[in-house]
């Protein structure tokens, strides 16, 4: 059973930064691809980031150029580095987690960007 802990979600002005953490629980952190999603109010969830057991990294088009994903296999734990933020960026962030056909999901953080 794997265990994700998302944090450093907040409030903060357009134009500003934040980074997102996604801990894991379990050994077999580094075999596995986690992704960043998000989900605004009114719609579906979608990928903003993933990062392959390899390192290979894939990018929503609206996040591509402000935000960078990594991972921290020694922590166990992905980033998610937020730039240049956008009132559009607000949405709760979930951390995914796959391997071996196995999916968790994170309880989410909330990110609220003002304009």
């Known amino acids: 059973q794997v265990q994700l802990v998302e944090s450093g979600g907040g409030l903060v002005q357009a134009g500003e930064s934040l980074r997102l953490s996604c801990a894991a629980s379990g050994s077999a952190f580094s075999s596995s691809t986690v992704g960043w999603y998000r989900q605004a109010p009114g719609k579906q969830r979608e990928l903003v980031a993933s990062?392959?057991?390899?390192?290979?990294?894939t990018y929503a088009d609206p996040v591509k150029g402000r935000f960078t994903i990594s991972r921290d296999n020694a922590k166990n734990t992905v980033y998610l580095q937020m730039n240049s933020l956008k009132s559009e960026d607000t949405a709760v962030y979930y951390c995914?987690?796959?391997?071996?056909?196995?999916?968790?999901w994170g309880q989410g953080t909330q990110v609220t960007v003002s304009s």
């Open positions: 995914r987690l796959r391997i071996v056909g196995l999916d968790y």
């Open positions: 990062i392959s057991s390899g390192g290979s990294t």
